[in-house]
């Protein structure tokens, strides 16, 4: 049974930084490609960082700079490193893992207000 359990979200105030994490289990988290997306109020899921087996990254342009996901194979778990908060990265993270199938974990969120 495939899990992805994301932690850390919460209120914060702008310029603020939070940390989230997703600890997965149920798959061979070393072989799977590794993404956050959040979606925000009225908006559609967006992604936001990837990483891949390999440890190579992408981030979309509105978090360039920003935000740095990381990953620790020997812990199964992905992070995201989120500085220099602004109101519109509030909304619901979600972990996602991908190889064939992709996964979803439950989401964790992230409110970014003053």
């Known amino acids: 049974q495939v899990q992805l359990v994301e932690s850390g979200g919460g209120l914060v105030q702008p310029g603020g930084s939070l940390r989230l994490s997703c600890a997965a289990s149920?798959?061979?988290?070393?072989?799977?490609?590794m993404a956050w997306y959040r979606q925000s109020p009225g908006k559609q899921r967006e992604l936001v960082a990837s990483?891949?087996?390999?440890?190579?990254?992408y981030y979309a342009d509105s978090v360039k700079g920003r935000f740095t996901i990381s990953r620790d194979n020997a812990k199964n778990t992905l992070y995201l490193e989120m500085n220099s908060l602004k109101p519109e990265d509030t909304g619901a993270y979600y972990c996602?893992?991908?190889?064939?199938?992709?996964?979803w974990g439950q989401g964790t969120q992230v409110t970014v207000s003053s």
């Open positions: 996602n893992a991908r190889r064939v199938i992709q996964y």
């Open positions: 149920g798959i061979i988290f070393s072989t799977y490609t």
């Open positions: 990483i891949g087996s390999s440890s190579s990254t």
